[in-house]
């Protein structure tokens, strides 16, 4: 379905119930966008008292792959999206075509694979780290071949904030490091020399109308975002239009409904794709109130076949700091600061490395 197809859809009434597969942060926020909007959201998860679950008008626990239970828990609601792109795939499979499930299956499928989707976005004609998959020993020695090294050896699934990742600096090491990786599937990726990180967000309608927030800067530690600055410089606004394009693509292929996030790398031979998330994501946490729409208004519009709201950037553009660990205790010194907006996700302990919480400025304008 192109995005240019003229589609008409009957948009969802307000008080029509939403349901939330998975019960975090970015639940949380969509149900608090859903209900500003008149939608009251039953969220389906393994902790009642989670982020989500603390706000959400209806709560059903259980687990991911419990096809009864979530084919019981969409019973109840009139359209499905989720939070989290690791969910088993055959239970939502399994809903069928008479339960509206935003985005959908494929994406997680594609999403969930690091080796099917980098091989879906190379099909289309996006730019990639070479690589090549890994499922044993003797084939890490091939795909180094292919990868070149130094290289990153990643796990193909369930891999997020810099976990399942090992660096490799030379072919020494080769034993350790598929002893580090624990027999699982998984693949070399040759280093990426870039100038900078940068996300692509972008929301897509049922009508497959589509619209793009201002690409941020993003700066990572550990593997883990610590900022995000939108606009971004100018070193990174040459490489933002074919980025926009490859999103499009991607978007229109997967007939995608909702936000979509893709992380890109400024290189000198133009952006190079990394990853995607099909889902709202934490680059964009600084739409709240950075942007006319947030994110996860915009998700909500989307899934529910509202007109699109717009992603225009507030005053000069927003950074958005999160809370990572034992950060989330300085809470009220952030809110002793009148330029700052906290948002706290209610987690009830602070880990090393656990997202807290994060704090938005909106910048002056220039």
């Not at 976005?121 to 890994?134: I, K, R, S, Y």
């Not at 729409?293 to 950074?319: K, M, V, W, Y």
Request: proline letters at 7%; hydrophobic letters at 40%; one cysteine or more.
């Amino acid at each position: 379905m192109s995005d240019d197809d003229s589609i008409i859809v009957t948009p969802l009434p307000p008080g029509s119930m939403i349901g939330i597969i998975g019960c975090g942060q970015l639940g949380r926020m969509l149900v608090l966008a859903a209900a500003q909007l008149g939608y009251p959201c039953h969220v389906y998860g393994r902790e009642p008292l989670g982020p989500a679950g603390q706000v959400a008008a209806h709560f059903t626990e259980g687990e991911y792959d419990d096809a009864k239970a979530i084919a019981a828990f969409a019973a109840e609601c009139d359209v499905v999206t989720y939070e989290w792109e690791n969910l088993p795939v055959n239970p939502l499979a399994a809903l069928g075509p008479e339960v509206d499930l935003f985005p959908g299956v494929r994406p997680l499928e594609v999403g969930q694979s690091r080796l099917a989707e980098k091989t879906f976005v190379a099909g289309l004609g996006g730019l990639t780290a070479p690589f090549a998959p890994v499922r044993s020993e003797d084939e890490l020695t091939d795909a180094l071949d292919k990868s070149g090294v130094p290289a990153i050896i990643k796990s193909d699934r369930m891999g997020y904030d810099g976990k399942g990742q090992v660096r490799l600096q030379d072919r020494d090491d080769l034993s350790t490091v598929w002893q580090e990786l624990n027999g699982q599937q998984a693949l070399a990726e040759g280093f990426v020399e870039f100038d900078a990180e940068f996300s692509v967000l972008l929301v897509r309608g049922r009508d497959g109308a589509i619209r793009f927030w201002d690409a941020p800067h993003n700066v990572h530690e550990d593997g883990i975002l610590r900022l995000s600055t939108a606009p971004a410089p100018e070193n990174i606004q040459t490489h933002i239009p074919s980025a926009r394009a490859l999103a499009r693509k991607i978007a229109t292929e997967l007939d995608y409904v909702g936000v979509l996030a893709i992380e890109f790398f400024a290189t000198a031979e133009g952006p190079i794709f990394n990853e995607m998330a099909p889902r709202v994501h934490n680059s964009g946490h600084w739409t709240i109130e950075g942007a006319a729409t947030s994110q996860f208004e915009n998700h909500i519009r989307a899934i529910c076949g509202l007109p699109l709201g717009d992603t225009r950037l507030i005053e000069g553009g927003a950074e958005m700091r999160n809370l990572i660990g034992d950060e989330v205790k300085l809470w009220s010194d952030h809110l002793s600061d009148s330029g700052s907006h906290v948002h706290l996700y209610g987690k009830r302990q602070p880990r090393p490395g656990r997202k807290m919480g994060h704090v938005t400025r909106l910048l002056p304008i220039n």
